[in-house]
């Protein structure tokens, strides 16, 4: 059974900096896409940045290009989500999501439904 746990979250001032961590287990092999989507209250889920496990592919909503930078650990079976210069509008909960299929390259900003496992999310507040 496929597995993430979201971890970092928490709150910081504008142009401060965090990184989320991913931990995910229960793959029969990790070369997948995942990525980081996030939820505002009132807005819908948007992706914000993809990565190809088994490749170094990664894609990023326009919204936080050159300030969010998505990486992965497979030894670790880790992704990371470092978040720099952070802003107000960036407060949202913060979910990890896989494929789940093995080999499965990530095509682009894709939206939710492409995921079939989710983390329970984290929070993350920026005040001006």
């Known amino acids: 059974q496929v597995q993430l746990l979201e971890s970092g979250g928490g709150s910081v001032q504008a142009g401060g900096s965090l990184t989320l961590s991913c931990a995910y287990s229960?793959?029969?092999?990790?070369?997948?896409?995942m990525a980081w989507f996030r939820q505002a209250p009132g807005k819908e889920r948007e992706g914000v940045a993809y990565?190809?496990?088994?490749?170094?592919?990664?894609y990023y909503a326009d919204s936080v290009k050159g300030r969010f930078t998505i990486s992965r650990d497979n030894p670790k079976n880790t992704v990371y989500l470092q978040m720099n210069s952070l802003k107000p509008e960036d407060t949202a909960i913060y979910y990890c999501?896989?494929?789940?299929?093995?080999?499965?390259?990530?095509?682009?900003?894709?939206?939710?439904?492409?995921?079939?496992?989710w983390g329970q999310g984290t929070q993350v507040t920026v005040s001006s």
């Open positions: 990565i190809f496990t088994g490749g170094r592919t990664t």
């Open positions: 229960g793959y029969a092999s990790p070369s997948t896409c």
């Open positions: 999501a896989s494929r789940g299929r093995p080999w499965t390259a990530c095509p682009g900003i894709t939206p939710p439904n492409y995921f079939g496992y």
